[in-house]
């Protein structure tokens, strides 16, 4: 039944892959509370932090989504007492296997997103405390060899699922772009010496804003300081050629997303990032945007859904956030609960999943769409829940 459903989804993308609708690959929302009550580690699951509500994520791939970002914090994911490594919380990895296998069973694509700002051993006031990883002038830190050593057995853990999608690290910030580039480079390796063929996400700098990542992002000035990402980013390389880069954009006066006015800076401040994504032959997903309630918020939404569908550079896009904790969070969408369930969700984002139909469902998460044809549609089946075409 699993079969003959992806089959169709597969076929379905492929034959429309040459169909002139818009090149949005992906597109969904983050699941947000796997990361949730940071102050109280390990937590109770239930309580203070949940992945998924079952019914919620049925409901947004009745809507058509094909795509779930699912925060994870690497303190319970890697205890303190035992360090950012190889050594994982079965218990916790246990809960978060349960929802990417209920995403990913369901013919979705599941985001792994480390949702921690490149720091790593104190995550009780993010996105600021911890040790930022690969800090040599900070005896606390992590290493960016602790990092890499996780992400080799984390992505281990999910090498035989093809729907999987590996973000290094949730809005590094305020540290030099140099140090973010090297464990960006030792994350992506460490992944790919697993055997690991699925798409990587690469964060930038200054909380991998797309509207800056042409500019400083901050005033430090140790090992080349906040270099703008442009510059520095363009120097990572994957064996797997399977990678974007991993962009947030927010819509309030200071781009922060805790404002519920709007400007209308956007889509126009992601002109420069667009340039440079198609000037360097790359493409970028924007894992996290949102915007309040108001007709200025909902024009400047729509604005930017067009501008990514009408460049094909922009592959994805998962808006923030749904996630089954978030009681009256303003720029929740959880399905009937949420503060933005009947308005940006109806309104403003449901209209521009329909008209992605039908989306992929299934075969290795990748960074551009497949070509067109027979061959595409082969390639498609070949990833799909371990199906390999002879």
């Known amino acids: 039944m699993v079969f003959s459903r992806l089959m169709r989804w597969s076929f379905a993308s492929a034959v429309w892959a040459g169909g002139g609708w818009a090149e949005i690959l992906y597109a969904g929302v983050n699941s947000a509370g796997g990361e949730f009550a940071q102050q109280n580690l390990p937590g109770t699951f239930g309580v203070d932090w949940q992945f998924i509500n079952e019914s919620a ?19 319970r994911m890697c205890p303190i007492e ?3 490594g190889s050594t994982i919380d079965e218990s916790y990895l246990s809960e978060f296997q349960k929802a990417v296998n209920y995403i990913t069973l369901k013919g979705g ?36 060899e602790q990092l890499a050593s996780f992400w080799s057995a984390l992505s281990s853990r999910f090498l035989s699922n093809p729907n999987v999608i590996f973000g290094l690290m949730n809005e590094p910030h305020t540290m030099p772009t140099s140090l973010v580039f090297l464990n960006n480079q030792a994350s992506i390796d460490a992944i790919r010496e697993t055997g690991a063929e699925q798409l990587i996400l690469v964060p930038g700098n200054g909380f991998t804003g797309g509207h800056r990542w042409l500019n400083t992002t901050c005033d430090i000035e140790e090992d080349g300081g906040c270099t703008p990402n442009s510059e520095v980013m363009i120097n990572i390389e994957d064996p797997a050629q399977n990678f974007a880069f991993d962009m ?21 401040n992601l002109i420069p990032v667009t ?4 000037e360097n032959n790359y493409t970028a997903f924007l894992s996290e945007f949102g915007a309040g309630v108001t007709p200025t918020c909902h024009e400047t939404l729509n604005g930017t859904l067009k501008w990514l569908e009408d460049n094909e550079v922009w592959v994805g896009w998962t808006y923030w956030a749904a996630g089954p904790l ?5 720029l929740s969408v959880e399905p009937g609960v949420g503060v933005q369930a009947n308005s940006t969700w109806p309104q403003v984002l449901e209209p521009h999943v329909e ?6 469902r299934c075969g290795v998460s990748g960074s551009r769409r497949e070509k067109e044809g027979v061959e595409g549609l082969i ?12």
Not at 57 to 75: A, C, H, K, M, S
Not at 115 to 142: K, L, V, W
């Open 275 to 278: 340039a440079w994504l198609a």
């Open 355 to 360: 008209g992605y139909q039908p989306m992929q």
């Open 379 to 390: 390639k498609a089946l070949e990833g799909c829940l371990g199906l390999k075409m002879l």
């Open 57 to 75: 994520i049925d409901f947004f791939f009745e809507q058509g989504v094909n795509t779930i970002r699912l925060p994870f914090l690497l303190e």
């Open 248 to 268: 947030h954009l927010y819509f309030d006066n200071d781009t922060s997303g805790t404002h519920e006015e709007c400007t209308t800076a956007a889509p126009d």
């Open 109 to 144: 694509y599941a985001i792994l997103d480390a949702h921690n700002y490149m720091r790593y051993n104190d995550p009780s006031m993010q996105p600021f405390s911890g040790s930022i990883i690969g800090n040599t002038s900070d005896p606390r830190a992590a290493t960016t």
């Open 326 to 330: 978030w009681g009256d969070y303003f």
């Open 82 to 84: 035992t360090g950012l």
